[in-house]
């Protein structure tokens, strides 16, 4: 049976107040635990079934491996060393429409064989691995970061501050029409348009509870999700569908700016220089008063 297919795009992102991401629990000593959770970022629980999933890693140098999704736990027992970027997808028919959610991560493996990779890595991590990729063929709908507008030149990481350009590709072609929500754990969300060259860029937040007194290379957690429906005619395993609703989500973390905490600290050593002026004009004063006072003599005779 044929389809009648209709080629448009509804602009209306499909945002909920829930939202599905990959997770990543570091611990020193032992391998990756990685999940998928669902909740209001940054907080969730975990999903432990989906109806289709499809897992894909492929490795800064362009090799895929194919993995399984079972019990809630996404493996990730990498050969090499260097970055790799992990796609979990999901596909399932509710309601005449099919839905595609496709949730996205980079993930560091310090672990694996450094001589099978060619680049050369800086500050521990892989150049090149970040921003700016090519869309991944066999990923229908994809988020992509570009490289930041900032000033500081660190390869491995994202400040406060920094100005994150984002492309996103529906079918591998770059769309012009659709809106990106970011949300930070410390609760700042919002959705940002893309402009006519199918760019998406905004400030990242300044964390204002940031204590960097105490930890200087705080990082923080952000959420960037993207949304879009396709009015196209199908059918999926045997179901017929009137639509497909896209979805997809990568986590990123972020550092309090190096230009907070060095502000701080020159005007620290202002204040410094104010009290140290002030105490030296109040001690000459003191000094001063205290010196003994002349004797002056009459002759009377």
């Known amino acids: 049976m044929k389809y009648f297919i209709i080629y448009l795009l509804l602009i209306t992102p499909v945002f909920s107040n829930s939202s ?16 998928l959770v669902e909740g209001n970022f940054p907080k969730g629980t975990y ?10 890693l492929k490795h800064n140098e362009g090799e895929i491996f194919q993995k399984e999704f079972k019990n809630g736990k996404i493996p990730f027992d990498m050969p090499y060393k260097g970055s790799y970027h992990l796609f979990l997808e999901d596909k399932y028919i509710a ?3 099919l839905y595609i959610n496709l949730y996205k991560t980079r993930i560091y493996n310090k672990d694996g064989d450094i001589k099978d990779a060619i680049l050369k890595e800086i500050r521990g991590k892989t150049t090149g691995t970040h921003y700016g990729k090519e869309p991944f063929d066999q990923v229908p ?3 992509i970061l570009q490289d930041p507008i900032k000033q500081h030149h660190i390869n491995c990481c994202l400040y406060s501050g920094d100005i994150l350009p984002v ?11 659709i809106s990106l929500k970011v949300t930070t754990q410390k609760g700042w969300s919002n ?19 940031a204590d960097v007194s105490k930890e200087k290379r705080l990082k923080e957690l952000m959420l960037l999700e993207a949304s879009i429906t396709e009015n196209l005619e199908g059918d999926y395993q045997g179901k017929p569908y009137s639509k497909i609703v896209y979805y997809s989500s990568i986590p990123i973390d972020f550092r309090t700016s190096p230009l907070e905490y060095t502000s701080q600290l020159a005007g620290f050593y202002v204040v410094m220089g104010v009290i140290l002026v002030f105490s030296l004009g109040v001690y000459y004063n003191r000094r001063k008063k205290k010196k003994t006072p002349k004797e002056i003599w009459f002759d009377e005779n």
């Open 47 to 56: 999903l432990n079934k989906l109806h289709n999933p499809r897992l894909l």
């Open 191 to 209: 959705e940002i348009t893309a402009n006519e060259d199918g760019i998406i860029s905004f400030e990242i937040p300044r964390n204002t509870y």
């Open 167 to 177: 492309k996103i590709f529906l079918n591998q072609k770059l769309q012009t029409n």
């Open 20 to 35: 599905t991401w990959i997770q990543e629990k570091s611990k020193k000593d032992t391998k990756k635990e990685i999940f």
């Open 95 to 97: 309601n005449d429409t």
């Open 141 to 143: 709908f994809e988020m």
